[in-house]
Structures are given as structure tokens and as C-alpha cells.
């Protein structure tokens, strides 16, 4: 069973992978660890990952990056206009406001929602873990991180994805929550349960967006105090403040505006990014070279690191703001109390950060977790705990959900109302009881009390409507109470509702009880036991039908994505006996006229060199989109060809080493033999007649050795071999079976000498007590 923790970043992808050994994070089919967050779409399939990465610019308009905060928002959402600029391919408004990302697929116009790309992105991943790991079959089961800040409709929109990628999520994690499950589960110097918390700042700078965390430390357990966030933070910001300064030095320098051509615009943001990272690691200036820019044009430029801090200066101050705000009113700890600061994140490597986070603190960040892995590593060991198959050192995680939401609720005359159920910081998961009087249905909303702090413009969560409330006997409201809850994967619900209704119950008071030995025959009869009728409280389950904003028909989008994956299947069987064929047209074509070339007469190499060639053209014109049928036919009948002289030339290069072994073993068993007849002492043991067999496999054997050998050298190289290495081998091994036996045969054990009698003592006389010995009493 797979334990899978999946690491989705709006820039890169992560896999942990739990095993007996621990957590591993695994390379994927480039042999790399980080899997990029693209999804590519063509005439013929799919592309993800490196593959899709490395032709966008060949396929633009048809691939999809930056993506992540797309997911489980409408297109007039303010983050969403934020990001959309950075996607390559067009994106457009649907229906009811949703997004859609226009590309071709299958020579086909096609629009996708973000959450199949996530769909898409997940197969990929599920893929890479399925080729790479060898025990693992089919991947079902994970656990996937999504940023702390996610609300609800986002979170539902993530589950989603999964479900269409056919996946099924044990838990929605935080990634702030990753973080601290991975630093806190393998150290063992935490103060014990009762005693002073460890308090751990945890700042992670993403792509996208910065996200920190206060957490407090105790053995087996985190508790997740606080967590701030701003989405206009992270190292894309960095990236793109460095490509605006770019753009505007070579408006002037060469006449040209790279914004406003898609290629050269997101190949100048890809440059910025490698000039961020050599910045970090030199104070030295860092050129920028791209050759055939834009009309033709060569641009060259350079930024020092001291440049680029003047230049993202509001950057810094805004990740600043965000550690600050991590003491925001409410929260007891301080500053002060905070005994380390992990910092996380690809941009986490930025020199200004480490002094940003010195200034507050007054002590150096640490970097004892791998900076890029850790979320995954994190989701995997969650993962691991939720496993039957796994047994993990126990862990306690409490969590903690930001947003204030509150629950209104109508009603007949004044009985409407609504209140706050849960505050920010709460714990999580957790569930709240309501308690309202009704006589009748009645329906519940939840909303983000705070539409402010809350980055997503969906602040209404859900309707729930309570079906089965009804008056009491007198026609008065009855007590409803309602389960409200937030889950293990951070989504709201209202979990049940129950009525409580009065009902008259007959209840028997308890008899007298009789103790043996006190009953008196003359006592009167006991009266008749008494019957009460009372009032009680009887719980009733009510329906409860919930609404959401946002639903997701996953059945048929799951159905889409398996059928994309067929396709995709087909396609990767296609090209890999395309490859297989073109590869064996290469490689034959080379080796027949060198490597093969005495296995095989003048005549039949140049045949089979025409037919290469013409192979070779065949598929650079109409072989070029051939059936997968078509290229296995073309190299088998290739193959009838050169199997034979690839099998001559490895029988050749094997056989003598074959022979030569045998005639070692041979010889070895006649220098045993002739020791035996010359009256050695090592096999004196054995018996004449087991003798006489290895004597006889020595002539037998080395006789058909000899036969075979003078058989093959007399052959031409040309021609299919006499003998077989395989065949020798055999003939080496039944010789073996034969005469090891015998020869290994233990000698048998000496007999020891009889022990002598001693002579016993005649009567009366006594033993004599030797020097040494005591005699007792």
C-alpha cells in the first residue's frame, strides 16, 4: 500500500513517500525531485511536468503554469485576475462567472477548469510514483497540502480534483501544518507534556506567497497558535519586479517591449528567475543574455544583489509584516518567547531574509530542514499516521482554522438570529452544538463573518435546510440543536440536527426489594406496583439538505480525465514503438557494418543496410504518425534479420569463456581422480565403484567437450552456431551433478581407542589420598 504525501506548489511539485526507513521524497522520470507544476495539451495527448516545462515556449498557448490559485475561484475574483496574467494560454470567464482556460487538444478547441489541470497534475504525479517505485502497484490513498489561508470553497474545490484524478485523499492538510508535523515528530529533545512549550516560528516564502507559523512544542504534540500569510509575497514577486526593471531598461536600450509578445514576455521572467538565484549565492553583478530576444535582437543586461534589494524593498517589508502579525492581539506569546525560526521556501535562500528575521527576533534563522521538501515530507508522515499499515511514534496535532464564521438562521416574527460558532485560531477538527427552538423547517446559512481578511471573494460557505422540526402538543417551538463542524480537511458542514421532543412515557416505580432471611410470614401482602406517566425529552434525527456555492459533478469529470488518460496511454504505446524502432535502425545500421560485421556475409549486410535506410526514411514521411501496430510489424521483420547476427555475435563472444570453464572443471575432477589412484590420502574414503562413475564422466563429458569445440571452430562466423552456450553450460552442470557429490563426501569419523579397565582395589585395602586431595568427613 502506497503512503503517499503530495506537495502541489503554484512553481514546482514534491512527492514523500513514507517508508519502513522513513520519509523519502522521490525523483521523478528526469530523476529530479521537483516535478514542475505544468500541464501541457497537443494534437495528440498530454504532456506534465519537466516534459510540458521544456516545450512551452514550442506550445505557448496550449500550455497552463500558475495555475494554483486559479483553483476554487471565479474569474472575477481580485487573486484570480492577479495571476492570470502569468499563464501563458488564454483564460477566459464561463458561465456564472467561472474560469475556463481555452487551449487546443486533440487539433480541437477544448476549455478546462482549473481543477482538471489539478486532475491532470495529480495523475502525473501518481504516475511518477507508480514507475519509480516498484512495490507499488496502483496509487489510491494521500495526503495533499494546500496553503493554511484556503477557504472553504477552495479546499471543496481541491478535494474535487482529487476525486477526478481518482485518488482518494485520507486528508487535506495545511502546509504550515506539514511544516511543524515534519520538524516536530523526530526531535527528541522536546519538553515533556506538562512542562514550558518550545515555541517555533515557521516562515515558508513559496512562489506564490509567504506564509509563517507560531507553534508550540511539547513531546508527541504541536498546537498551532497562529498563522499568518500575504499572497503578494513569494518569489514569482520577486521574479517579476527583476523582469519590469529588465523591461524598461531594454524599452529605452533597444526600442523593444518584451510584454507585449507572450514568448520572449515569459522567457525574459524565466531568465529573471535564474538571475534571483545566482544573486543570492553572489554579490558580484549578474548578467542577463538572451540571444534572438525579439526582432532579432540580442539584449544583454546586468543586476547587482544590493540593486535587487533596493528594488523589492516593499516585498521585504511585506514579509516582514507578515511575521509581525503572527503576535497579533489574543496571542500570549511573544517575541521574545520564541526559541527558534525555521525558514522554509524556495525564496527562503534570499540573503535579506535571514536579516529580516534577525532584526525581529535578535537570532539567526535556522535552515535545518530541507527548504524545498518539507511539505512533503510533512503530508507524507500525516499520511503515514492515518495508515493502518503504518506504526508511527504517536503525534498529536492541533490545529487551527482562521477565518471567524457565523451561522444566521431564519425564522417566523423575531425567531431569526445568527451567531458566531467559530473564531479565528480554533481548533480544528472540532464540532459546536447550536440549540434553537422550532416548530417547523428552517434553513441555516454560514458565512466569513469577516469578508475583509478573508482573500477570496466567496464569503457565503453554505445553506443547510432542517427538514422535520414540527410544534410541540401545545403548539410551541421545540429545542433543535445543531452540529456544526469544522473537518479534518479544514471544510465546514453542519453534521446533524436533532429535535428534542416531549413525550409521555409510562415509568414503574421500583418493587421492595426482599433480603433472604428477613421475610415475615405475617406481613400484609405488598401493594401493586405504581405506574407514573412523565415527560421526557426524546431525540429526533431531522433531514438535513445541504447547498454549496460551488458544486463539482464529479463523476463526469473523473469519466473526462480517465478517458484523457486513455488517450494519453495510447499515445505513449505509440511513441514508444516509434522509439523502439527508430533506435533499432540507429543502432543496427552501425554495429552491422562494425561491431557485427563478421556475423554476417558482404551481401546480407548490404540488404540489410538498404532496408535500414529505407526504414529510416519511412518514418521521417508517412511513417511519422503511424499506428502503434505499424512500427512493432516494420521492427519485427527488422528483427528477423539481425536477431540472428546479434545472436551469433554474442554466442561468440560467450562460448569460449563456456568451453573454457568446462574444460577447467574437467581437469580439476581428473587431478582428483588421479590422487585417488595413486593412493592419496584425500579421497582414500570413497568406494572404487563411485570412483569408476566420476572416471567415466571425465571421458564422456570431456569427449563431447572436444567434439563441440572442433565442431564450432570449424564453422563459419556466418553461419547459426553448432553449439550453444547454454547447451555447455548445461553439460558443465549435469557433469557436476554427477561427480561433486562424490568427491565432496565427508570422510568418516575415527573410532576412539576402547578405554582401558582398572584394576579395583582388593578388599580392605583404601585408595590413598593424592597430594591435592582432601579428604571429608
Known amino acids: 500500500m502506497s503512503v503517499l504525501g503530495f506537495d502541489i506548489g503554484n512553481l514546482n511539485c514534491y512527492i514523500g513517500v513514507a517508508r519502513q526507513g522513513g520519509i523519502e521524497v522521490i525523483t521523478n522520470d528526469y530523476s529530479l525531485h521537483a516535478t514542475p507544476a505544468c500541464v501541457s495539451f497537443g494534437p495528440k495527448d498530454r504532456s506534465m511536468g519537466v516534459a510540458a516545462r521544456q516545450a512551452v515556449n514550442t506550445n505557448i498557448k496550449n500550455t497552463v503554469i500558475n495555475f494554483k490559485h486559479l483553483v476554487g475561484r471565479k474569474f472575477s475574483d481580485p487573486v484570480a485576475q492577479r495571476f492570470i496574467p502569468f499563464i501563458p494560454c488564454k483564460v477566459v470567464q464561463l458561465p456564472n462567472d467561472d474560469i475556463g482556460i481555452q487551449v487546443s487538444y486533440l487539433d480541437e478547441p477544448h476549455t ?26 496502483k496509487v489510491t490513498d494521500c495526503v495533499l497540502a494546500v496553503p493554511s489561508y484556503f477557504t472553504d470553497v477552495q479546499r471543496r474545490a481541491v478535494h474535487s480534483a482529487i476525486q477526478y484524478a481518482g485518488l482518494n485523499s485520507l486528508r487535506v492538510i495545511n502546509e504550515t501544518t506539514a511544516i511543524a508535523l515534519a520538524y516536530g515528530i523526530y526531535k527528541q529533545d522536546l519538553p515533556e507534556e506538562n512542562d514550558k512549550p518550545r515555541n517555533v516560528v515557521f516562515l515558508d516564502i513559496g512562489h506564490s506567497s509567504t506564509q509563517a507559523s507560531l507553534v508550540s512544542f511539547n513531546r508527541g504534540k504541536l498546537h498551532m497558535v497562529n498563522t499568518a500569510y500575504d499572497l503578494e509575497a513569494g518569489g514569482l514577486w520577486f521574479d517579476n519586479l527583476i523582469r519590469e526593471h529588465f523591461r524598461q531598461e531594454f524599452k529605452s536600450k533597444y526600442g523593444i517591449d518584451a510584454s507585449t509578445s507572450p514568448r520572449p514576455w515569459l522567457r525574459l521572467l524565466d ?20 540571444e534572438c530576444f525579439m526582432e532579432d535582437k540580442d539584449v544583454t543586461g546586468k543586476m547587482q544583489r544590493h540593486e535587487f534589494e533596493e528594488l523589492a524593498t516593499p516585498i521585504f517589508q511585506r514579509i516582514r509584516q507578515v511575521l509581525v502579525n503572527l503576535f497579533a492581539e489574543g496571542v500570549t506569546i511573544k517575541p521574545e518567547d520564541v526559541e527558534e525560526i525555521e525558514i522554509v521556501g524556495g525564496s527562503s535562500r534570499i540573503p535579506m531574509i535571514r536579516q529580516i528575521v534577525k532584526e525581529l527576533f535578535g537570532k539567526e534563522p535556522k535552515t535545518t530542514m530541507n527548504q524545498d521538501e518539507a511539505v512533503a515530507r510533512g503530508a507524507a508522515m500525516q499520511c503515514a499516521i492515518l495508515s493502518p499499515t503504518f506504526r508511527v511514534r504517536e503525534f498529536a496535532i492541533k490545529d487551527s ?211 535500414l535506410t529505407v526504414t529510416e526514411d519511412w518514418l521521417y514521411d508517412e511513417g511519422e504518425n503511424a499506428d502503434r501496430d ?34 577447467q572443471a574437467i581437469l580439476r575432477v581428473r587431478k582428483s581422480y588421479e590422487d585417488y589412484a595413486n593412493g592419496g590420502p584425500t579421497f582414500a574414503h570413497l568406494d572404487s565403484k563411485e570412483m569408476e562413475k566420476v572416471i567415466n564422466a571425465i571421458e564422456d563429458k570431456k569427449r563431447w567437450l572436444d567434439e563441440a569445440r572442433h ?63 582432601m579428604d571429608v568427613d
Open 112 to 137: 478546462f477548469t482549473p481543477e482538471q489541470v489539478l486532475a491532470a497534475l495529480l495523475t502525473k504525479l501518481r504516475t511518477i510514483v507508480e514507475s519509480q517505485l516498484t512495490d507499488v502497484r
Open 271 to 290: 531568465e529573471c528567475e535564474r538571475v534571483k538565484k545566482q544573486m543570492s549565492a553572489n554579490q558580484t553583478p549578474i548578467p542577463l543574455n538572451i
Open 711 to 773: 565442431k564450432q571452430e570449424t564453422r563459419p562466423k556466418t553461419d547459426a552456431p553448432v553449439v550453444f552456450t547454454e547447451e555447455i553450460n548445461q553439460q558443465k552442470m549435469a557433469f557436476e551433478n554427477i561427480v561433486n557429490p562424490i568427491l565432496n563426501k565427508k570422510k568418516p569419523a575415527a573410532q576412539s581407542p576402547p578405554k582401558k579397565e582398572e584394576p579395583q582395589p582388593a578388599a580392605g585395602d583404601q585408595p590413598q589420598s593424592q597430594p591435592g586431595e
Open 630 to 663: 505499424v512500427y512493432e510489424k516494420r521492427l519485427s521483420e527488422l528483427k528477423a534479420v539481425g536477431t540472428p547476427v546479434v545472436e551469433r555475435y554474442r554466442e561468440f563472444e560467450t562460448r569460449k569463456p563456456a568451453f573454457d570453464a568446462f574444460d
Open 401 to 611: 482554522q482562521p477565518y471567524r464564521i457565523r451561522l444566521s438562521w431564519n425564522g417566523p416574527g423575531d425567531n431569526g438570529g445568527e451567531n458566531d460558532v467559530f473564531s479565528p485560531r480554533d481548533e480544528v477538527p472540532f464540532s459546536k452544538l447550536v440549540s434553537l427552538l422550532r416548530s417547523g423547517p428552517f434553513q441555516v446559512e454560514a458565512h466569513y463573518a469577516q469578508p475583509n481578511v478573508v482573500p477570496h471573494n466567496q464569503v457565503h460557505i453554505g445553506s443547510w435546510k432542517v427538514n422535520g422540526a414540527r410544534p410541540g402538543p401545545d403548539g410551541s417551538n421545540q429545542k433543535v440543536k445543531v452540529k456544526v463542524r469544522v473537518n479534518p480537511d479544514g471544510i465546514f458542514t453542519i453534521a446533524s440536527a436533532t429535535m428534542y421532543e416531549p413525550k409521555i412515557v409510562e415509568e414503574a416505580q421500583a418493587e421492595p426489594m426482599e433480603v433472604d432471611g428477613n421475610t415475615n410470614p405475617e406481613a400484609p401482602p405488598a401493594e401493586p406496583v405504581e405506574v407514573k406517566k412523565v415527560t421526557k425529552l426524546v431525540p429526533v434525527d431531522l433531514e438535513v439538505l445541504e447547498s454549496i456555492p460551488v458544486s463539482y459533478d464529479v463523476q463526469k469529470f473523473h469519466q473526462l480525465e480517465l478517458q484523457m488518460q486513455a488517450v494519453d496511454a495510447k499515445e505513449k504505446a505509440k511513441a514508444d514503438a516509434k522509439n523502439s524502432l527508430e533506435e533499432y535502425v540507429y543502432e543496427m545500421r552501425d554495429k552491422v557494418s562494425e561491431q557485427y560485421a563478421d556475423f554476417i556475409t558482404a551481401q546480407a549486410a548490404d540488404e540489410f543496410r538498404s532496408v
